[in-house]
């Protein structure tokens, strides 16, 4: 399997003697972006339910939030995908092509693709970190393309002169310097699932998810035989670098449909920037949200299920289910 090739539909991870099983889609299509990129659909779930769109966090895939998302699949159409160079994609050459501008067109063209496959019904969108501000972004130069959004722990950077602009924009220029040197090949996806276990700032993700995680963000090199990244580095910390120049705050209160936060622990000890930025748009704009207790960032993986039971219980109080 190729950098240009895809991952396997059905995929297994085992680690601690704890297994968890991807089911095979129902469905795989790809849609390709006004530039080649391909994007690569996957269908799961209750396909005559209302439509769910899934999206990850940079540098990451959607497969590796199934410890959240297996809580949907009863009751919805989930539709998952990964940003244009991410997971199952196919690599797409121009790394200039590669950063938030393209993610919000290829999520218009994702909406598409995917009334287009499977049909038009209610959709609404659940988007964590960098695809949660893709689709603020989204919604105020696109237009409102939603029954409800909800976004998990968006990385928002308040504008210059806010209280937490500096923190915020200097946690994403952190991440912007150290990705553009992360290692990018590894003998195993073993051995980076050992890092990400290893690490006290992911030590409190559900019991394999962080084999789960390596296996989805590395692809095999048949040449070499190394596993190496899906996302390239250099596309990575330029989406942290972008990101930390937006400054949607202020057109936050704009977004004109169904809203919820899911926000990381703004009271945590380890609490980043996202979280304190979240509560504090919160207090600004007053639409709904929640923090889920002891979580940081990677929210979705460390409570998938109480991530899972706000979400379904706010599309039933916006009617979303009917």
Not at 222 to 251: A, F, M, R
Request: some cysteine.
């Amino acid at each position: 399997m190729s950098n240009t090739g895809v991952q396997p539909d059905c995929l297994r991870y085992k680690e601690d003697m704890t297994e968890l099983i991807l089911p095979t889609p129902l469905q795989t299509v790809d849609v390709t972006m006004e530039d080649g990129a391909i994007i690569r659909l996957r269908q799961h779930g209750n396909a005559d339910g209302p439509r769910l769109i899934l999206a990850h966090g940079n540098g990451f895939a959607t497969d590796a939030y199934f410890p959240f998302w297996k809580f949907l699949l009863d009751d919805y159409e989930l539709v998952l995908y990964d940003q244009r160079n991410h997971g199952h994609n196919p690599r797409h050459d121009d790394i200039a092509h590669h950063d938030v501008s393209y993610f919000v067109s290829d999520m218009d063209a994702v909406i598409d693709g995917a009334a287009s496959k499977f049909g038009s019904k209610p959709t609404a969108g659940l988007f964590h970190s960098i695809s949660a501000v893709t689709s603020v972004w989204h919604a105020l130069t696109k237009g409102w393309r939603w029954d409800a959004l909800v976004l998990f722990d968006p990385p928002l950077v308040p504008s210059p002169g806010h209280s937490l602009n500096e923190i915020a924009r200097d946690f994403e220029l952190m991440l912007s310097d150290w990705s553009k040197t992360r290692p990018d090949r590894f003998p195993s996806p073993e051995i980076l699932a050992e890092q990400f276990a290893s690490s006290k700032s992911l030590n409190r993700w559900v019991p394999g998810s962080h084999a789960l995680m390596a296996r989805s963000i590395l692809r095999e090199e048949p040449e070499t035989g190394d596993w190496v990244l899906c996302c390239p580095p250099e596309g990575e910390s330029q989406v942290y670098k972008t990101n930390s120049e937006l400054h949607l705050c202020p057109q936050f209160g704009e977004i004109p449909g169904p809203l919820k936060v899911i926000a990381s622990d703004p009271d945590d000890p380890n609490v980043r920037s996202p979280g304190l930025v979240n509560r504090a748009l919160h207090e600004e704009f007053g639409h709904r949200y929640e923090a889920v207790p002891g979580t940081t960032h990677m929210v979705q993986i460390e409570q998938p299920e109480a991530c899972a039971k706000i979400v379904t219980d706010f599309l039933a109080e916006i009617g979303f289910n009917s």
